[in-house]
């Protein structure tokens, strides 16, 4: 049987509660505190990661167009990700051995890693060297012939880079050495923080990873500029943005130059009738005066078309389309 208590001690515990004496028990519903960690302060706000994002889809985008050229092939590069994190867990995501490229931005003391995982290295290697992409290598150790072969790719992206990042300032970004483990590539101490870029890079149907990675004890001048900039102005250009290759390559078809023959007729003469031919001699082609002629693009026929002129030039008129079988 439960404890009857007395009006003097429910009078007791009424005055204690008032006076502070005794807290009531906690019903449990209270919730649990979160640890801060004054160690890593956010450096970089929300809208300015946002600018930042903005900036290297911009250069995604420019980037992408130089791979298709120098690759021929579909590419598609997204940024995954935008994050601050310690320079430590940086550290220990990177795979050994690694294809790593430190920089420097000049007249600054920023310094940064470029970072190709093993798999776009090799891949990008082969087909700069005119393979396909699907060779097989034992060894993921990147060796100097390899390395002065990325050297072309690497110049590119501090290129495209300091372009996009133009619209804040005009940052040069000086690629230092290569470097194949991450414990060389000292760029800022353990326990500070670092701006972490991830790009997803598609070759084709294959997909692979690219890192950015900027120490961030030496953004405060950039982060200014980043403040004082009308983040409005900012924008991605999403030249293939939700396009599908198919899309891609038309958008590139509509530029191709194509040869476009008119054939008025055929005939058939003998080698020492052709050279017996002289100027003035008129050959009988099998097709009529008002016939219409066959229009090839390269060399496959896909209209037909009336001969004629206008504003005293020749020309041809298409009046149908061939209907191709195949």
């Not at 220990?92 to 003391?109: K, R």
């Not at 900027?214 to 991605?236: E, G």
Request: net charge negative.
């Amino acid at each position: 049987m439960a404890e009857v208590l007395s009006q003097q001690e429910i009078d007791q515990l009424l005055n204690n509660m008032k006076t502070g004496e005794q807290q009531p028990e906690s019903s449990g519903t209270d919730k649990e505190a979160i640890p801060f960690d004054f160690r890593l302060p956010n450096r970089i706000s929300k809208n300015q990661l946002r600018t930042i994002r903005n900036i290297h889809e911009n250069f995604a985008e420019t980037f992408s167009s130089f791979l298709m050229g120098k690759l021929q092939s579909i590419i598609n590069i997204n940024v995954i990700s935008v994050d601050q994190i310690y320079y430590s867990e940086y550290v220990l995501s990177v795979s050994n051995p690694a294809c790593l490229f430190t920089f420097d931005i000049n007249n600054t003391d920023i310094r940064g890693i470029l970072e190709f995982s093993p798999e776009l290295a090799l891949t990008l290697i082969d087909r700069l060297l005119g393979g396909y992409g699907e060779g097989s290598k034992q060894s993921k150790v990147i060796t100097p012939i390899e390395q002065k072969v990325l050297y072309v790719v690497v110049e590119t992206i501090m290129q495209d880079l300091r372009k996009s990042w133009q619209i804040i300032d005009d940052f040069e970004y000086l690629v230092d050495r290569f470097e194949p483990d991450i414990d060389f590539a000292q760029i800022t101490s353990q326990s500070e923080s670092v701006l972490l870029i991830t790009f997803e890079i598609f070759i084709g149907e294959q997909s692979y990873l690219m890192n950015l990675c900027f120490a961030t004890y030496a953004f405060d001048s950039i982060l200014s500029k980043l403040s004082n900039q009308n983040l409005s102005t900012i924008r991605p250009v999403k030249y293939n943005s939700g396009s599908t290759a198919k899309n891609i390559v038309m958008e590139h078809l509509k530029k191709t130059l194509l040869n476009v023959e008119v054939e008025f007729g055929k005939t058939q003469i003998s080698f020492s009738q052709l050279m017996q031919l002289k100027n003035g001699d008129i050959l009988i082609l099998d097709k009529r005066i008002g016939e219409q002629v066959e229009i090839k693009i390269g060399e496959k026929q896909l209209f037909k078309g009336n001969i004629g002129s206008v504003n005293n030039r020749k020309a041809v008129k298409i009046t149908s389309k061939v209907e191709n079988k195949e």
